[in-house]
């Protein structure tokens, strides 16, 4: 197993993914049984989700194995990211290289505007990412989902507070899942919440958090560069989420980073160790060149 310091982030516009595959087609990229997974999405825009997010969790997968000593070239083909067990049923994303299946951890998330991606190679300590677009007026509907403690937080923080809540539970729940059903309402995240919606008032920035911001330049996925490059406002802390169980509520301790791409919020959550000081985390919008995607 690889030891690794940081999380593997990659983040991609939408509209960037034709950019991304100017040079190489989906074939290249993606098995037959991958292609007919995807194809079946009904609507165009959920298509070109998903295999934006493939691409990026492949991509992820490729930079980490290329850091093994005597790694080969790596096809993308040979990368299965598989969301299915043997009865159909939706799990947490596994990944098989080459018919061997790997102790890691990979999460997806697919947003209107953006597509997320994070890796972690300690299988013991699960990684889950949730994008969420902050203008969908979303907030009367996704209060219902919340627990009460985090429906107090949400009355108190501002106008898209439970937006951010539901990010955060969203995260929590693909990091610490474990195959359960997905029952919003055993989930509480409000003591993460408590301590980021702290961070934001008081304007602390988060340690340890570093952004390879090639977006920007032009030429790349996003479009010609800006005239003045927009703030980010990052946070991390180390907290914890309630899960209830049918013992009562579970405490498990976590890593929270969250950060945005223009209008859309980013939550990632992993497993703490316990320490209390959160991991380091380096995000980055991957160039579509071909020559700098094709091997490992």
Sequence with gaps: MIAMKTIDVATIATCGIEPLLADQPVARWLSPGEQAEI????????????????????????????????????????????????????????????????????????????????????????????????????????????TEAERRIAAEAGPDAAVRLWCLKEAAFKALGEGRRFRPLD???????????????????????????????????????????????????AASVRLRTAQGWLNRPVDVHTWSCGETLVCLVRTATGSGTADTLDVETPRPQAHELCGC
């Design 187 to 237: 989930w509480d995240v409000s003591r993460c919440a408590e301590r980021l919606f702290e961070l934001d008032e008081h304007g602390s920035q988060c340690r340890g958090t570093s952004f390879n911001r090639a977006a920007d330049e032009p030429g790349l996925p996003c479009g010609p560069a800006p005239t003045t490059r927009p703030a980010i406002r990052q946070f991390t802390c």
């Design 39 to 146: 194809g079946a999405a009904r609507h165009l825009q959920a298509r070109r989700q998903r295999l934006a997010g493939r691409i990026l969790a492949k991509m992820l997968v490729q930079r980490q194995l290329a850091s093994e000593p005597g790694s080969a070239i790596c096809d993308p083909r040979q990368i299965q990211i598989d969301s299915r067990d043997g009865m159909g049923r939706r799990v947490a994303p596994r990944i098989l290289v080459s018919g061997r299946w790997l102790d890691w951890s990979v999460s997806i998330s697919h947003g209107e505007s953006v597509v997320a991606a994070a890796l972690s190679t300690e299988g013991t300590r699960p990684v889950g990412i949730d994008v969420t677009d902050l203008t969908g007026g979303q907030q009367e509907s996704l209060s219902l989902w919340l």
